[in-house]
């Protein structure tokens, strides 16, 4: 995806005083190591391009809220976004001001601080106050309530919804059970019939624990035990993708995911090999269905990209609720938009996983970081329109025009 990139900034000088390594850091440029930054922006300001897909899923024209618009980016996040220090934040809302930008995208959230006592909330302050809209995105510690973030009353912090759109595949069991997953998945079984089906747990290797093997950890399955089944794995979700690529090592030619819990969401992700992501109840069939079957069996079929799903739009369970722990009688969030499988642009210097060394220039990712740009995005097209306008009024006229729907609803209910 493109945009009128007119300005690239790092600020790391909290970074390295912090970090013992920080004297070292690595790739030390503004550019995206990690996809985020790239995935947001695009969301926010990328121009249309045709053929948009994520390994031929969702393919179609991409662009983001407020096509052709003059974007910067401000980098504050090191260590693939696991370090960002108020310093280095502070630095970058100073940078923003003076630069003169119209809006500010902010997908950073964390546990909440007083006010004025982190860099967002101070440097968003001052931002408002040279009048400039503040987005911020509201955090992904849902569903427990009291965990939105960026919660201050001057910025426009957004939860994340779904969209009617769903990357589906179907498990086909051997008892003629259907049951419909998600992946992003490019690939499908080497035949079209029922392969053996195992629980992980069953393939573990000797030299491992069965918590390991659970989730299908990276070096915890047997060579010999899995060779040419489809494999049971229960989700983990800081590491899904290479959970894929530790069932292809030992010869699994597919793989089901199953949550743990009922709240846990259903996410498609981009494995190296046909994976279906099934959601709590249906995954307890498929586990009670290997323990009462002498030979279990299963198919997983190919990726589909289906459109006008109901219901839809709901709120996503990972998006953090209200109200807010540092001041309830400021309703927080304020807005939801769309950040459950969004197709943006991505970096290509960023490789899928820690064992999965693919590039893509189009991801989906979800999150209220892709909630947030949505809204920035519009902040853009109505402030090009009323240059005058201050912050508070466009807030004011996004909420007040909205459509308002009942979508508490979450995909929790769903399964």
Known sequence: MTYFLIGARRFYKGYQARRKNGKNVTFNTARDDDGHGSHTLSIAGGNFVAGASVFGNGNGTAHGGAPNSHVATYKVCWEKNSYCYDEDILAAFDAAISDGVDVLSVSLSGENAEFFESGVSIGSFHAVANGITVVCAGGNDGPDPETVANVE????????????REYANYVKLGDNKVLKGLSLS???????????????EDAKADDTNATDAYYCKHGSLDLNKGKGKISVCHIYEDDPINQGVEVARVGVVGMVLINDYAWFEVLPETHVLPVAHVNFTDGRYILNYINHTKSPLAYISRVKTNLGISPA???????????SNIDPAILKPDITAPGVDIVAAYSEA???????KRRTPFMTVSGTSMACPHVAGLVGLLKAIHPDWSPSAIKSAIMTTGI????????????
Request: charged share 20%.
């Open 186 to 200: 490019e690939f499908g079984l080497p035949s079209d019939k029922l392969y053996p089906l195992v629980n992980a």
């Open 350 to 356: 960023a490789s899928l996983g820690t064992h999965d």
């Open 404 to 415: 308002y729907e009942d979508i508490v609803l979450s995909r929790k209910s769903m399964n």
């Open 313 to 323: 739009p709901i709120i996503a369970s990972f998006s953090s609720r209200g109200p």
């Open 153 to 164: 009353p001057w910025t426009f912090t957004v939860a994340a919804r779904t969209i009617d």
